[in-house]
């Protein structure tokens, strides 16, 4: 069965205090992986996308990375409002299915 | 461009009452989903549609009804509504391929 699971559920940083995020899956054929931040009482926003093992993306202070078994969302001394529930999702063979974390909580404290 | 669009907001239904959520998207894409998305549970897939005409079913489809009326518009229906069936409901789309979703406000439903 496909499965994807983020760790940590919850994270608290202090502003400054760089860390990583983690999702890791194990689905068959991967094709893609996607990043979003979700705001509370809002619908998910698109981050990144990944493809293949080795990618990397950027975006101010938020970089991805991917290898065959997980990816990273590496955060760089966050501020408060990066502030938010991280999700990450896979789509895998040859479906239109996107397959979902439970994501994981971050507060930045400043 | 208003990117995904749905309505009603917020809704209370009381057990039994039924209701469309609706769903639309000017972005051109194929595909369109419902997800619902409970605390600790995360995004899971009601149903989807790949292309106008084509409607599947996802991880949690049972007490709901869907309708893919033209490339725009997607709809979720539930027949008679069930406390189970509080959550927030979220529609998305996505273009061919693998292009990204991307997803509407949401719609916080309350049955009583």
């Known amino acids: 069965e496909d499965q994807v699971t983020q760790s940590p559920e919850a994270l608290r940083l202090q502003e400054g205090e760089s860390s990583s995020l983690n999702c890791s899956y194990t689905?068959?054929?991967?094709?893609?992986l996607f990043w979003y931040r979700q705001d509370p009482g809002k619908g998910p926003e698109f981050l990144f996308t990944?493809?293949?093992a080795g990618e990397e993306k950027e975006k101010e202070r938020l970089k991805a990375t991917l290898t065959k078994k997980e990816s990273f969302l590496h955060i760089t001394a966050p501020k408060p409002e990066d502030s938010a529930t991280y999700l990450c999702a896979v789509q895998a063979g040859t479906g239109n299915q996107f397959y979902f974390g439970t994501g994981t909580s971050l507060t930045v404290i400043p | 461009n208003a990117g995904v669009t749905q309505t009603p907001k917020f809704q209370v239904l009381k057990t039994g009452q039924s209701m469309t959520l609706q769903c639309a998207q000017d972005m051109n894409h194929n595909s369109m989903y419902w997800y619902r998305q409970d605390p600790g549970m995360g995004l899971r897939l009601i149903y989807y549609s790949a292309s106008e005409g084509t409607t599947d079913k996802g991880e949690v489809p049972n007490g709901y009804n869907v309708s893919r009326l033209n490339k725009r518009e997607f709809s979720l229906r539930l027949e008679s509504a069930a406390p189970s069936q509080t959550s927030v409901y979220f529609c998305?789309?996505?273009?061919?391929?693998?292009?990204?979703?991307?997803f509407g406000p949401g719609t916080r439903l309350l049955v009583l």
């Open positions: 990944l493809y293949s």
């Open positions: 689905v068959s054929g991967l094709r893609g």
């Open positions: 998305a789309s996505s273009g061919q391929g693998l292009e990204t979703q991307y």
